[in-house]
Every structure is written in C-alpha cells, then in structure tokens.
C-alpha cells in the first residue's frame, strides 16, 4: 500500500512523495529531496534529523525524542525522522534547508601550473565526398584521416554518422580521447573544447568548468553532497548501499544530480552548451568514489577494507547519466586504499609530493584524516578514522562552519574572546573553534593536559573568578561556558563539556599517531620534517599555534606548516589538463606504500600516548 | 488521437494495436506483428497485402485495388493494407500466416572444419581471500590472475564484483573476449560456454547454436525476417528506415526480436539458459548489418551507395536487445561494400575461396546476385540488381518455395510436367520452376532466344497442339498455361505471361553479364573456369541445366556447377568456433577487389547482350 508525504519548510518549500507504507520518514524525505539533516545515518543516535507532524500531534514521544527535543518542541509535535514511518498519507514540516555553511571558493584560487594536453581534443576534417570511384564508406573515410591508428567508435556514433557527415557537404569535427571516437560534429567547432573537474566530497562537492583550448578556468561552482540525508559519513552511506541495489542506484543518482546541477550552473555562467564539454575527472574519497559509479562499496566498511577497485576508471558519460557530451569521457582518478581515495592522489598531483627531494608531509584532516609522507624517495600514506568532531558533530553544540559558528577563541586576562562567523549570535561552535578553544583553556589552566576539565573548587582555585564562573558541574565532569544565554542565539548557553573534550581527543590524537606511525617506518621522527601541508579547506581555518598546542600538529616551527587548500579538486584539474598529470596519477599507484593502521598494534600505543592535549615532545 | 486495431486472421490468431488516427494499416499490422506480404513496401504496386475489413464494408475500393482484387473479394471487404489508414477503431483479418516455405536447415548440413578457437573462453580461478596484509582490491584481484594484461571491464561487471566474488568464497568463473571481460560468475562454470551465429537475410534468418568446448552444434532455427512487412527488398527497407529515427528503430527491433524468438527456441531446444551464450556472430547483407546494428542505412540507396561502415563491427549484447549474456560479444563480419555485404564475406570464408590456385566463382542468386570470382591470386566481387524474379515477386503467379509452388518443370512429348511442392494443387511458381519452365519452352520451341513467347498461329505453328493449346492471347504478347484450372488450387489458370519471361530476362541477364564484367577484369573468359559455385539455398534447387540453358549460368560443364548451400551461415559459424576464421575475414577486405558495375558502361553492353535467353557462347 503506497502513501503520501508532503514535505514543507515554515517558508513554504514544498515536495511530495508517494512511497510503500512503513517507509522510515528519513528515506522518504530523501526521496522527495528535502534533506534532512541526519549525521547518523538513521540510527537514532545523533538527534539531528527533527521534523514536524503537521496533520495529527506524534502521541507519547519515545525515549530517544525526548533525549534529543526539548519539551516545547515536543508539545509542537517535532519528532526525529528517522524513528518514525509514514503510515498514512501525512504532512511533515521540515527545518529550513541550511546550505550556506562557509565556502569560500573561487576562480582566483592559484591555479596548477601545468602542461595544457588534454586528453580530449578536437580535429576539423573537409573530408573528400564519395564517388563511384570511392565508395569508401563513411566511417572509414572519416577514420583514414585520423592521425589515431585504433580508434574505438561508440554504436551511437556509427548509428548516426551518414547524417552526420553530410549536413555540412562532409566538412567534420572529430573529438577523439584516450584512442576512443567521442563525437563527431557537423562543420568547424575546435574553438569549442570545454572540460570540467569535479571533488566529490561526503558534504560538499565542487567542480570547475575549463576552456581546454586555453587551460583557463571559467567557472567555479559546488553544492551540498545530497547524499548527506543518507548519512553525514561514510560509514552511514555504505551501510545504506548494501541493502540492496535500489539503495545503491539512489546513492549514485543523488550525487549524479548534484554534479549536473553544478554542470548546468557551470555552463550557464560561461554562456557554453553541455554537450561541448567532452571530458570530466573527479576525485573522492573511495567511497564516493565507488557510489558515483554505482559500484557496491559495501566491503569497504568491514575489516579488511576491500575495495571493488583500485585504477583508474573512465567511462562514457552516457553510462552513468552525467549530463555533458554523451560520448565525453568521465575519468575517476584511482584510489589507493579503502579510505585513502583519489583525494588523496589529487593532493600527491597538486603538492608534487612524489617529486620532493626533502621530507614532507601532507595532512588532510576531516571525518577521515588521510596522511602522506614523502621521505628517502618513499611515499607513505595512511588513513586514521578521526571521526565527525572536527565537522561539528558529536560535539554538543557542535555545528559546520556556517553563520553563528564560533570559528576563533581566545582567553584574554581571564576574558573569553569569541569570533562567530557572520558576525551573527554564536549559535555553536565549528571545528577550527573548537581547536582554538581547547588551546585556550589549556593555555589558560582551564583545560589538564589529561583533558580533563578543573574543578573550579580543587584543582582550577587558582582561576581568575571570571574564569571559574565559566566553569559548571555537567555530564561526566564540568563544563565550560562559552557563550552565555545573554548573547547566544538559541537563548540558552554555549558550552564545551567533558565529552567534547573527549571527542577532540580521540580525533587529534588519531591522526597525531598516524603521522608518527608514518615517520617509524621510513626511520624518522617529527623533528626531521621539512614541511607539513595541511590540505583540505579546513587546513585553510585551523590555527596552526591552536592545533600544534594541542598536539594535533607535530611540534615543529610554525612556518613549517602551509596549508595548502582544496589540494583535492587542483590534482583533478591537473588531470583534466594534461595527460600527462593523469599519467602520473596512474604511475603513483605503484609508488605509494598503503599502511593499514588497524593491524598495526605500535598504532594502538601511539594513539594512547597522544590522546593528552599536548603534542608527544612537549610532555 | 489514438484508435485501437484488431488484426486477426481465419484460423483465430489474434493481434492488438494501438495507433495514431491516419496510421496506414500496413504499418499497424507490422506494429501489431501480424505480417502482411508486401513485396514493394507499401508503393501500391504488387497488390499482395489485401487485408479484410471486418466490422463495416470499405466503400468504393480504389483503382489499384480494383487492378489487384476480384469482385468477390471486394465484395468481401478486401481491400489493400497500403492504401488504407487506421480512421476509428477497426476489425481487420489478414490472410493466414504463411510461413511454410521450403526451409531445409539441419543438423546434418556438412559442418565446417575449422581448428576450434573461439574468441570467447572461461577461466576457472580459485582466488585468494583478502587479508589486512594483502587489501588488494577486488578486481586487481581478479585481474592479476588473468593471462591477458589488458582487460577492458565493462562497469556493469564491476559494480557487481564485489558480491559476485564473495557468492561462492573467492571462487570464479571470468568470461573474456578479446581483451574484454564478458562476465564473471560464482562458482565453476567453464563447462557451459555457448555461442549462436546468425545469417540475417533479408527474407528468412537463421540461427544456430553451438557448444563453444566442443564445437558441436545442438541446436538450429530459422525465422521469417519480420521486417517484411516494411518491403521484400533491401531498398524498400532502407527507403522506410530514412524516414527517421523511430523507423529505423522499429527496423532494428524487429529484426532483434526475431533472433531473440531464435535464440530463445534454440536454448530451449538445447536446455541451456541464455545468459550462458557468450558470443554471437552475424552474417547478413549491408543493408541488414546495418539495421542489425540500428545503423542509419540511408546512403546505401541512392548512387554511390555508402554504406557507413565496413569494418567488422563488436558490440555488447545489452547495447542492442540481444537475449544472449548482456556482456556478450555480438560480431557482425565486415562488408565489402554496399551491395556486397558481411554474407559474401561468409561465402568466402567457407567456401576459402581466397585460398584457392584455380579459377573459381561463386555465384548467390538472389534480388541482388552477389558473385565473387578468385583468379591468379586476386579475389573480385559485384553485385547485380536481378531483382525479386527468383523470390516469385513481380511474377504473375510468382510465389515463394512454399507449398502449392510449381518446382520443377519439364515438357515432354508435348507434354507439360509439373512438380508441386508438398504435391499439392498448384497456387503458384516458385524460382527454380521458373527458370526450369524458361528452359523447357525454350527447349520445346514455344519460347524464342529473343524472350518472345511464340505466336501459335504464325511463329508457332510447327508446335505439336498440346503445346498450342496452352498459348493464348494475354498482355503484352502471349502467355503460356502451365496448370489449368481444373487442376490449380485457385480455380483459375495458373500462366506464365510475356512480361514474367522480361523479367526473367533482366535477372539473370544481370547475373550472367556481372560475371563476364568480373572475368573480363582478370582476363579470362567463362571457359576458363574451373568450377562455379552456387551458394545460397536456391542454389540447392535451381537445376543446373536449365540454368545454363537460359544463360543464367556460363557454358561449362555441369560437373563443374557445384551447389555449396547456405554458405553465408557456414562462414558465420566458422567466425564463432575460431579466431582464425574470423581474422580471415577481416583480412578479405584488404585482400577482395569491389567492381561497381553501375559505373562500367561496358556492363551496360554486357547485360543488353545477356538478355537474350541462351548462354552467350551458344548464341
């Protein structure tokens, strides 16, 4: 029996859904396009994903709800999607669709610096008409001027070549990459070669637009990864995949629609028509990658890791519904590991990493911190599950880098100084705050380096008194008051709490004992560091002095660390320019050394000596 | 608007269709599938596609349909399908499905020889198990395993692979074909490894199945080509297919549907399922490789007839419809050129005509006569438009080798003895009875060198009265009774007109004159020949002395006529069952000299001299 949900937001967005009864309300709001916030993947543990029953009031909330909504929201009829069925048709108000977290991307990003050789290119053909005398058919008389030797020719093509080849009297444009016939076109077009280069991250995907002629860029766009209502992270979205091949096919098609939005918004800002771009790369996380394609990632999340694949995969646009030229060549740069992805081969391409005579390494800190170190002609690499604090999750007030995020703390003469983005009330705090705000109660005495916070009646007496009166008994030890009710926007107050704290702790000290386990084996130690990249546009907002003194960073000179960017999306621009770049790609794959940290047992140890709130050297 | 239209015939078959208001009937039938003959496509000029309408007589038939139907059948509501349009909702009976004709395939056709090879082969591997030590991806996995260093892997075997390999425990079968990865199963499943080879003609397909370890064939079929109901001859084909996308498409489809119909019984006859054919190879004239492959046919037609490929073409079964594995290989032989097609190619390889050190032609009678001729070391081919004369059509009692066709005729002491298919009373002549009948009159002097029927008063006045009595005035000269109506199924005579012997004349004027254009080319005359091959199933028919005595064939001794059957399908099998046969026949197109008669004005002196109804050499 099928039912229908309306969904609205309070300011009138509407989508409707027909779906079986007892689909979970979660999966029917992803249906119907309205993302719901959902950082758990539907398991009820993460409180985000409310929503209001219009028509009728929900009845006797259940445990969880009541963990999570606050009475009055209760008494409204919120409720948490992901508990919930619909099991008549139904009206559901959901939150206002938040999507203006901070991106600062744009076409003055510095550019790779490469060799314009695209894969794809263009070659204007007169082509001699037939005779009785030359009866040569019209594949071969368009394929015998081909500098190519093996050129293979899509069905689609050959099926409409005749008409083709004729409606400008046999003058053609053959677009041709990789030995494969991608288009032939009627006329002169070699003007007109465009490509795009797509980062298709767990939140957020970004793609540029490219004149391949020039190797100039002409648009920039990105949006929220859709596939986010099935899950903030990885391990949700696999999860959701292997129930079967309907749930894979809507995880691939969610993100499929993202980038053709992006494409159609590219296109639009660059006044160019879709099917003249003939080429896109993309780069991701393993598990993105694996769901653009539609390929099963599901033994991705169980120990081994598997992955389906490794190389490089190029297919035809036309294959999975990527709205550019049909025949356009879709390149995913390979990956190296389960949770090492071509990310990561895009950051090795734009950092040069492999090319480095010194010692380096490129951090990228997220829900997954991939690490790679490039020392003695060895490249390294690992992934540590850092998990969600950085991005706001599991963190009370943990929220993304959108307006009212607190993004900067200090303590001054006793006095807590906040930055919130937008300059908006605080209404939580974001990953670079968070960083920040742990180095400033350390720093100020607030904070052990065990990670414990004071007690301002034992061990914090000697705190100013504005300092102490921040300080308040909360769940499993004390809390911190950032931002009191008086001027945060939910009208209740900021707090750090013990278990945030602890959070941040599992999640810096991860990564920190992944790079040390990285040093280890090419014999090295922190010191010994040339430089450290911090990639990603997170790297971009930390602190650094906030992240080294909380031992997220190896205790080396501060101009030793550069943050480098979205590293990512340049290595998939590179790629999309020169074949050669692409080449490299493909040639890393036999150079960089995987290390799985899960079965290593010196991991463990590291991992416990840097869970304190200091780096290694400096206890 | 949309009207609904019952097809039905006598018998009770039954068929529904819905079609746009104004749809021409012919075509409604053909969507229904319920095929109607129309030897010309719906240009109203063979009157064979007389429908009847059931619920409401048609009003005053039309002029072309008073030319082709008696009183009594307008009378009855018969009309003609080509003439009318779908106007409201209609009853429609079609004469009963006559698909009987003379189809003499069997197991027991000599199987060609050839070393077994297939492209297609299984590999049986019992993988390793990943481990945290050894993560190596699945397909790398896979892939490492396999002998081939580069294979190209279709995405829908990727997205799957994960499950797949873990269904049976890392054990698997890997399907693969030229560097192509068709399939891979769980489990062992070397032993079942099918192929099907297909020859497409224009007016039957067959099919046969083969197990690809053994080589042995389990299974054969046959299937009228449903395309018919869209013209007899390759032109009206290519004329309904450049009408647009939509009718090329529906071209494609019914050709597809037909072979799957085949593919279907022939799995059902040998107990295999579909999916475990892996390969398919086709044979077939340009123009049907071209509908075949859905490919726009368009400029076959008009001078200087283009085809748009020539090459062999590889495609996957899922990429056109095809019932087999949908990761099968589908492999339509190349074509020589327009007129001589993939079919020729076939002809060649089993007859290894290139491989010859005598003087050998092969000859394929049909609407267009295809005629190969190998001579000191070169290989030439041509085609001539003899037209539909041997398939029955444009003859006024013509009718296809099916039951109540006169076969065989002789004429003995004034005499006339006629041999009936299935002995039945005669409705009609087929080829062979056609050119036996030529010979005979000519032979009995009451047919003329010239093609003239003899004046029973005048010229023939010698004729014993037998003879005599069988002349009468008819249209355009004389026309000779060859069953009366006491003894014809219809109840009228059945004659052989003077316009019926022109006909004759041009088709095997056309043959004759090809090949004295393809001798005159090495240098040779017809009795420099060692042997003459007739392929094609009419060869099997046709007697060789009557051929030769019309001049449809050269003055050689008899002993040197070989008929070589459905040699086209042989060459088609030979492709599936070794890589070899099918190498041979792509390296034919660089070998095999195409002759464009249209463009030799001494062919035109040629024919003109070969119409006269004697062998030239006996002139």
Redesign the interface.
Known sequence: MKVKISFMTASGLKSEVTVDRGTNLLEAAARAGMAVEGNCGGKGSCGKCKVRLRKKLPGEPFDVEKKFLSPAELAEGWVLACRRTADEDMEVEVPEQSDAFRRKISLTEEEPAVELEPAVRKIELALEQ???????????RLLRRLPEKHVRVP?RL??????VM?EDNFAVTAVVSAERLIAVEPGRTAERLYGVAFDIGTTTIMGSLHDLNSGRALAVGAATNPQNVYGADVISRITYASGGPDN?KRLQQKVIEALNGIIKELARKAGIKRHEIYEATAVGNTTMSHLF????P??LAP?????????A?A?EAA??GLDINPGGQVVVLPNI??YVGSDTVGVILATGLEKRRDRCAVIDIGTNGELALAAGGRILTCSTAAGPAFEGAQIKYGMRAADGAIEAVRIEDGEVILKVIGDAPPRGICGSGLIDAAAALLKAGVLEPSGRLVDPETSGAHLPPSLKARLRPGKGGFEFILAGKEIAAGGEDIVLTQPDLRELQLAKGAIYAGLQILLKDVGLTEADLDEVLLAGAFGNYIRKESARAIGLLPAIPLEKITPVGNAAGRGARMALLSKKERARAEALLDLVE?V?L??RRDFQEAFIKALAFVSVKLL
Chains 1, 2 share one sequence.
């Open positions: 037939p005779t009785v005398e030359d009866q040569t058919p019209d594949l071969e069905l050959l099926a409409k070549l005749p008409q004729r894979l394609l539609g390929v099963d599901t033994y120990a081994p890791f598997i992955p389906a694949f490794r190389r995969i297919v294959e999975i590991a389960g995987h799985e899960s079965a």
